[in-house]
């Protein structure tokens, strides 16, 4: 996944990679732009199902 991230002052990308699974990324039915909530994309770099909360895929590797 990449994140572009613009405060105002100037844009920042973040990029974030699942070891296993897949993203849980929120859908919209009339194909336009989806909005999350600050809780909602936590739990998505997280690799956590914003829908259940509760971890879907723990870490094989630390660092």
Aim: aromatic letters at 12%; hydrophobic letters at 40%; proline letters at 5%.
């Amino acid at each position: 996944m990449k994140l572009l991230w613009h405060d105002g002052v100037g844009m920042s990308l973040y990029l974030k990679r699942l070891e296993a699974g897949k993203f849980i990324w929120p859908v919209s039915s009339s194909g336009e732009t989806v909005q999350v909530s600050a809780a909602q994309l936590g739990y998505l770099l997280e690799g956590i199902d914003w829908r259940n909360p509760r971890w879907t895929q723990r870490p094989a590797k630390v660092g």
